[in-house]
Antibody
Framework: EVQLLESGGGLVQPGGSLRLSCAASAFTFSNYALSWVRQAPGKGLEWVSA????????YYADSVKGRFTISRDNSKNTLYLQMNSLRAEDTAIYYCARKLLGVGTDAAPVFDYWGQGALVTVSS | EIVLTQSPGTLSSSPGERATLSCGASQSVSSSYLAWFQQKVGQAPRLLIYGASSRATGIPDRFSGSGSGTDFTLTISRLEPEDFAVYYC?????????FGQGTKVEIK
């Protein structure tokens, strides 16, 4: 069964940094584009960033551009999100999500599998 | 970016009833690249529908999607107890992808 398992969440002060990881299993990781999608407490869903299957192309929401960096290691079946200059409004559950193969584009994907999420809290 | 507006905000229905959820887009969604997700409390979203009307793998046929352009609908033909949840639409016709604010389907 396809699994995506996020880790690395926690409490960080405004202006701080955090790196999220997403470990994947039960599918050919290097064939799939992936994204990070977040959900503030009690709120809706917001796409954050996407990366192509090879890792050579990355895409970002305007709200995180210049502060967040998405990357992947296909040899380790792991997706990352480096988050710098964190703000209170970045507080959310961060999900990694797999792009549905053959539907949409890497920059505008639809998601067929999601992890259970990692909570990031930005507060002093 | 395309803004999606879902209605109603909350739908109160009983098991066995038909539920109709709407998603309106601020501009036309190209190629009907519109998806629907279900999210239960404490869980990740689950893909129900993509391409406006194609059911995802394993999704029961009581869920159906329709629409094009700027107006889309998710219909649940007969509500089962496990269908009470929040539903989101998402457009992937242009970047950035965007989601609606959600419709909560609650037990009347």
């Amino acid at each position: 069964e396809v699994q995506l398992l996020e880790s690395g969440g926690g409490l960080v002060q405004p202006g701080g940094s955090l790196r999220l990881s997403c470990a994947a299993s039960a599918f050919t990781f290097s064939n799939y584009a992936l994204s990070w999608v977040r959900q503030a407490p009690g709120k809706g869903l917001e796409w954050v960033s996407a990366i192509s299957s090879s890792g050579n192309r990355a895409y970002y929401a305007d709200s995180v551009k210049g502060r967040f960096t998405i990357s992947r290691d296909n040899s380790k079946n792991t997706l990352y999100l480096q988050m710098n200059s964190l703000r209170a409004e970045d507080t959310a559950i961060y999900y990694c999500a797999r792009k549905l193969l053959g539907v949409g584009t890497d920059a505008a994907p639809v998601f067929d599998y999601w992890g259970q999420g990692a909570l990031v809290t930005v507060s002093s | 970016e395309i803004v999606l507006t879902q209605s109603p905000g909350t739908l109160s229905s009983s098991p066995g009833e038909r539920a109709t959820l709407s998603c309106g887009a601020s501009q036309s969604v190209s190629s009907s690249y519109l998806a629907w997700f279900q999210q239960k409390v404490g869980q990740a979203p689950r893909l129900l529908i993509y391409g406006a009307s194609s059911r995802a793998t394993g999704i029961p046929d009581r869920f159906s999607g329709s629409g094009s352009g700027t107006d889309f609908t998710l219909t649940i033909s007969r509500l089962e107890p496990e269908d009470f949840a929040v539903y989101y639409c998402q457009q992937y016709g242009s970047s950035p992808v965007t989601f609606g604010q959600g419709t909560k389907v609650e037990i009347k």
